[in-house]
């Protein structure tokens, strides 16, 4: 149960507070800084942690990778931003960067790609074998709804309020190996469909993937790519938390033979788009196919169930960020919030930026705005 995470940041000119392309100039400043990494548009930036052993890691971690960001940004008149999507940025103006796999990606997918002016957080997981990362991928797809709703953050789009409280991960859906996906009884026949899309030039490599939960055979580990990037750290921890604590409690279950059957992508897909027009204020269809229930509440009772888990691996605290999204809003609320006090794209903009760096949310429930 080691951990790896991903995230992806935006930068954002100092005085426009538009997207900008600024990554190659950052990324010479950055030389030796291996953490730090290009993605496919120059007005975007990776940070990735090595292997760690818990939360407080991954913390350390980011933690020292944003210091030196930011240091890299500061006299380039560049600030960096979290959030899953800009809220004004056109995506015809994003400059791609340079290298074999993002040019590729763009060739391929044409318009479609063009649009991927988006962010999200990757949180990897260490399995034992195949068998194990199909096993986990099928438990943990019954709350990839949940950590969805947790991280929202990208309401608006070019400009506009795209009534969801997450529009990133639409943008996935269009492409043809992303979002839910499949299910198998074993490692064998996940590794039977990944080999047939090579052999017919669907896919090039397991990066081409871009599935909400993947096995990642290259680092052997099962990833979360379903959340977009929160606004602080504090919100990045408190998932990656979450997300260990669910599969050491669902690998005891594995263990002791008492994994639920396979959930059926037809709810899996339902729920998700729940969760993606309502966020944390959505309905989601339980187990049974037959009934519903509030989400918060559902993951409140989640919260409680894993506690004892969380005490055992030292995740309490992490999960502090979790409880902190309950309370305050998560990042799509705190978006609307920050635009209706002055009808300003520009203070999203803003609180996309002060959120990451003060590592404290502004709280939409006190503003009247936890409505989706």
Aim: aromatic share 6%.
């Amino acid at each position: 149960m080691t951990l790896g995470v991903e995230i992806e940041l935006q930068l954002l000119d100092a005085e426009s507070r538009d997207l900008t392309p600024a990554a190659p100039r950052v990324l010479e400043r950055l030389r030796g800084v291996p953490a730090i990494k290009p993605e496919i548009f120059q007005s975007m930036l990776e940070i990735a942690t090595g292997v760690c052993p818990d939360v407080t890691s991954i913390r350390a971690e980011l933690d020292a990778a944003l210091v030196e960001l930011r240091r890299a940004c500061r006299d380039l008149g560049v600030l960096v931003a979290g959030g899953g999507s800009h809220p004004f940025a056109r995506y015809r103006d994003r400059i791609p960067s340079a290298g074999e796999r993002f040019e590729g990606v763009l060739e391929r997918e044409q318009w479609i790609a063009r649009r991927l002016a988006i962010c999200g957080l990757h949180v990897h997981v260490g399995m034992r074998d195949g068998d194990h990362a199909i096993a986990m991928m099928n438990a943990m797809l019954r709350y990839a709804p949940h950590l969805l709703a947790l991280s929202a953050a990208s309401p608006f789009w070019e400009g506009s309020d795209t009534g969801l409280a997450d529009a990133r991960v639409t943008m996935f859906e269009s492409l043809p190996t992303a979002g839910v996906p499949p299910t198998f009884e074993r490692w064998a026949g996940f590794e039977d469909a990944y080999e047939a899309l090579l052999r017919t030039g669907s896919i090039g490599s397991i990066k081409d993937l871009w599935w909400d939960l993947r096995p990642q055979p290259d680092l052997g580990t099962l990833e979360l790519r379903i959340c977009d990037t929160p606004h602080t750290v504090t919100e990045i921890v408190g998932l990656v938390a979450l997300v260990q604590c669910l599969a050491a409690w669902l690998d005891g279950r594995h263990r002791a033979g008492d994994l639920p059957a396979r959930p059926p992508v037809l709810w899996l897909r339902e729920n998700k788009r729940r969760v993606a027009r309502h966020g944390l204020e959505a309905e989601v269809v339980l187990a049974d196919g037959r009934s519903v229930a509030p989400l918060r509440a559902e993951i409140e009772g989640l919260l409680l169930m894993l506690e004892p888990v969380a005490r055992r691996l030292g995740a309490t605290a992490g999960l502090a960020g979790i409880e902190r999204v309950l309370e305050l809003g998560a990042g799509y609320a705190r978006q609307r919030a920050a635009w209706r006090r002055r009808r300003s794209l520009r203070d999203v903009a803003d609180l996309l930026v002060e959120e990451l760096e003060s590592d404290l949310p502004m709280a939409a429930r006190s503003l009247g705005d936890m409505a989706s």
